[in-house]
T-cell receptor, first 113, second 115 residues
Framework: AQSVTQLGSHVSVSEGALVLLRCNYS??????LFWYVQYPNQGLQLLLK??????LVKGINGFEAEFKKSETSFHLTKPSAHMSDAAEYFC???????????FGAGTRLAVHP | GAGVSQSPSNKVTEKGKDVELRCDPI?????LYWYRQSLGQGLEFLIY????????KSGLPSDRFSAERTGGSVSTLTIQRTQQEDSAVYLC?????????????FGSGTRLTVV
């Protein structure tokens, strides 16, 4: 069965520092992988996705993620954190039938001056 | 519509009462999903509608939960005899046919509080 593990429910970084949010997945079929961001009192917004092709994918707001099949990982990074990046981030993997997404528990990112 | 619309945005109900949550998907999106977001629990899949196919109800936590989608558009999630553990944010999302490939567009959610 497909599953997602996000290491670290809370991550805190300084403004300008590297952001690294970890996501590992389990899938019995080639996965499609997604990162979503949720700002306070809002719905989830798609940041980026990997389906096929290039394993390094770029998304909105300077975020990128790399699909590493050998490590079953899809970590999210941003070179320099901004205060506006403070939000909750969710990693998701397609289910076995490619019908729906299975989400991780989320990582809350705090950015301090 | 331009986005996924959910109503009400907030709902407070007494334990034991029934509630209905509404979702109006993006026009032309054939797939519609309901998820539940509880504090610290991530997003829990509830139910998935795709066109005229039978819905995937595998995520509904009990027979107190049901959902329907009328005319391939608006969906209503009904929770009967609400319990305090039902308190959560209920999120609706819609997508083109292959939601697991293209991704979903989410609504802002309905925050349900059972007192």
């Amino acid at each position: 069965a497909q599953s997602v593990t996000q290491l670290g429910s809370h991550v805190s970084v300084s403004e300008g520092a590297l952001v690294l949010l970890r996501c590992n997945y389990s899938s019995s079929v080639p996965p499609y992988l997604f990162w979503y961001v949720q700002y306070p009192n809002q719905g989830l917004q798609l940041l980026l996705k990997y389906t096929t092709g290039a394993t390094l994918v770029k998304g909105i707001n300077g975020f990128e993620a790399e699909f590493k099949k050998s490590e079953t990982s899809f970590h999210l990074t941003k070179p320099s954190a901004h205060m506006s990046d403070a939000a909750e981030y969710f990693c998701a993997v397609s289910d076995g039938g490619y019908n729906k997404l299975i989400f991780g528990a989320g990582t809350r990112l705090a950015v301090h001056p | 519509g331009a986005g996924v619309s959910q109503s009400p945005s907030n709902k407070v109900t007494e334990k034991g009462k029934d509630v209905e949550l509404r979702c109006d998907p993006i026009s032309g999106h054939t797939a519609l999903y309901w998820y539940r977001q509880s504090l610290g629990q991530g997003l829990e899949f509830l139910i998935y509608f795709q066109g005229n196919s039978a819905p995937d109800k595998s995520g509904l936590p009990s027979d107190r939960f049901s959902a329907e989608r009328t005319g391939g558009s608006v969906s209503t999630l009904t929770i009967q005899r609400t319990q305090q553990e039902d308190s959560a944010v209920y999120l609706c999302a819609s997508s083109t046919r292959q939601g697991a490939y293209y991704g979903y567009t989410f609504g802002s959610g309905t925050r349900l509080t059972v007192v």
